[in-house]
């Protein structure tokens, strides 16, 4: 039947005390954390009319009102639960009278598709109107009449929203009228709720999806320019500029940066909300930045950027962030600025890769990761406060410009060592200096120390880049480098540590220091003793080289093919497994980059020879170091 609820019914019940009612007997059934979640025909006959109505209910609020209002429509009941819809939508038209245009909203939202354009308007358009749907709901919930089932209800389609096409005029919805800030107090407004009001504005005034889908991606585009969609779009309180000077002025007003005095959320359920919005990222960072809330965009800001550091890659990072029209650079300096008392060294750490991309750009980029190695653990911790205090309606973008950032330089010394205040212990004689190079480490990971050294002390980024580039440039002279620049061991080093760092860095390849030459020539062609290949292998470890060993099931042309297909870099055999084809097969991947040790005597070495021949390969590139090390075998 077509019922309809009297606007004046009283409340005979308690919405919470509906809430906690309807939790036991779900939970009971095994259905609360259900996946996939129950259908409405599984929960309705555990539950009474006033209870079925607050589940219904209750999952919508959450579906339209509790996402990021720059996010996207999901839907609220799975494809297959049309029940479930169709008594949502008969229960909203039979309360309608106690709310008439959040009713409205709801049937017009039930009608949309998650993959229709007009699903990203829906979040943000229920984000002004989130409180009176609740308030919609809860009457519907404390008035429902206990006997009237909604199996009694007649299924009723969406009713149809009158349209109206734009105005071909200035103002595209004239009738559309909203003041700034409606019902809002003399707050500055948040972008997101200037949004949502516009769009309801546009919503009663008769625009159709398509315009409401326009009005929605020019608004996030135009960043700064607010107020002249807006004016293009609806009438603003009026048409003089005064007034748009004013919206102009709330809504962009720079806000002081007042962090939350505890942590309100985690970082874990930020990213959450920020993969569920930007799903596999496929767009770039101008309307991904759109898509995310205030506290979204500013953790996605900082991971990217952080990320960057990790991975290597700050090169791509300052291309879609740094030469587009998205300000990356001064959106990561405003949050690193308003967050410095979380951990300040990494707030610089932010504060000076952000000048470093607005100001150098590419040249020597590859050295502001180095930079970073010795900051990732406070870069991290740093991200994570942020997260969890940033206030959530806090805009990055309204934040006051922050000053260049800059701090007292130490300028270098016109002695032998440049910075001779920095000591840096590279051997065990420096071990009482304040600053260590890591044990074992490689030379990539000691220039990084110092160069987070070198840069905490305030070293110029000029003087950063010449060390990086002398440095780079030392081939196996990084122990000098490094005295120029710093203080080695604390007292300046010696010709014999810094040849035992030398040694450290560019330890001999094993196999050469087993073949008595200072360095090997590749691709390696080596003949070797049978038990010689027991002495080398240690030295050779997966995945870069493979040995085989002899099985009934497995030839040796077999297993060749498939070590071929991964790609090692050295390949082990016994001579007395090779055949003709395995002969030739090995001589191949030794002429395709695979260096080749073979053991052992007798026929196999003879097929070698042959398949030598046949491919027309000097034979003098085979290294024999059987019997009389180091001899090369006559030629054939």
Not at 44 to 69: G, K
Not at 72 to 93: H, N, Q, T, Y
Not at 217 to 235: I, K, P, V
């Amino acid at each position: 039947m077509n019922m309809r609820l009297d606007e004046n019914l009283p409340e005979v019940r308690d919405w919470r005390e509906v809430l906690y009612a309807v939790d036991a007997p779900l939970r009971e059934a095994g259905f609360v954390g259900r996946e996939p979640p129950p259908r409405f025909s599984e929960v309705a006959p555990l539950l009474t009319p006033p209870q079925q109505v607050l589940w219904l209910t209750d999952d919508f609020v959450e579906a339209a009102c509790q996402r990021n209002p720059l996010s996207s429509w999901k839907g609220v009941f799975a494809p297959e639960d049309g029940l479930a819809r169709e008594r949502l939508e008969a229960l909203v038209a039979a309360g309608e009278a106690f709310a008439p245009e959040v009713a409205a909203l709801v049937h017009w939202t039930l009608g949309i598709s998650p993959e229709a354009p007009v699903a990203r308007v829906v979040p943000a358009l229920w984000h002004y109107r989130g409180a009176a749907l609740r308030r919609f709901f809860e009457a519907l919930v404390q008035r429902w009449p206990e006997a009237l089932s909604l199996e009694q209800l007649s299924a009723t389609g969406a009713p149809r929203r009158e349209t109206h096409p734009a105005a071909s005029g200035p103002v595209r919805f004239p009738q559309a009228r909203w003041t700034p800030g409606d019902g809002d107090g003399e707050e500055s407004l948040s972008r997101g709720l200037v949004l949502s009001q516009a769009l309801l504005a546009l919503w009663r005034a008769g625009a159709g999806d398509a315009e409401l889908v326009r009005f929605h991606e020019e608004f996030l585009r135009e960043w700064g320019q607010e107020a002249g969609t807006l004016a293009r779009w609806l009438s603003v309180a009026g048409p003089d500029a005064a007034r748009l000077d004013v919206l102009r002025t709330r809504i962009h007003a720079p806000r002081p940066a007042r962090l939350e005095e505890r942590a309100v959320r985690s970082y874990e359920s930020v990213r959450e909300r920020i993969d569920s919005t930007l799903g596999e990222g496929r767009c770039s960072v101008d309307e991904a930045a759109r898509r995310l809330s205030p506290v979204e965009r500013v953790t996605w800001a900082l991971d990217e950027l952080y990320a960057a550091m990790c991975r290597g890659t700050f090169h791509l990072w300052d291309q879609g962030w740094a030469q587009g029209d998205f300000d990356g650079p001064g959106l990561v300096s405003r949050i690193a600025v308003a967050a410095r008392e979380l951990e300040p060294l990494a707030s610089d750490l932010f504060q000076w890769t952000a000048r470093w991309a607005r100001e150098r750009g590419i040249p020597l980029v590859s050295m502001v990761p180095d930079v970073w190695l010795d900051g990732l653990d406070e870069g991290e911790a740093f991200i994570r406060a942020v997260a969890e205090r940033w206030p959530e309606e806090l805009e990055p973008h309204l934040l006051p410009e922050p000053p260049r950032w800059s701090r007292p330089l130490l300028a270098p010394s016109t002695g032998s060592v440049r910075y001779p205040e920095l000591a840096i212990g590279f051997t065990p004689q420096g071990a009482g200096c304040p600053v260590q190079s890591p044990a074992q480490a490689s030379s990539q990971r000691i220039a990084a120390r110092v160069l987070f050294t070198l840069w905490r002390a305030g070293v110029s980024d000029e003087e950063l880049a010449a060390f990086s580039r002398e440095y780079g440039e030392a081939s196996k002279g990084e122990p000098e480098v490094l005295s120029r620049w710093v203080l080695f061991d604390g007292d300046g080093g010696d010709a014999e540590r810094r040849e035992a760092l030398r040694e450290r860095l560019h330890p001999q390849d094993p196999i050469a220091k087993w073949m008595g030459v200072a360095e090997l020539s590749y691709p390696l062609f080596l003949l070797v003793e049978e038990e010689d290949l027991d002495v080398l292998q240690p030295h050779l470890s997966q995945p870069e080289q493979e040995r085989y060993r002899p099985t009934p099931d497995l030839p040796f042309t077999q297993w060749l093919r498939s070590m071929l297909r991964m790609d090692p870099d050295w390949l082990m055999v016994s001579a007395s497994e090779l055949d003709a084809d395995g002969a030739r097969m090995l001589l191949q991947a030794s002429l395709t980059g695979h260096n080749i040790i073979v053991g052992g005597d007798g026929p196999g070495v003879e097929r070698l020879r042959e398949a030598f021949l046949e491919l027309q390969f000097p034979w003098e590139q085979l290294l024999d170091y059987r019997k009389g090390r180091g001899r090369r075998p006559a030629l054939a």
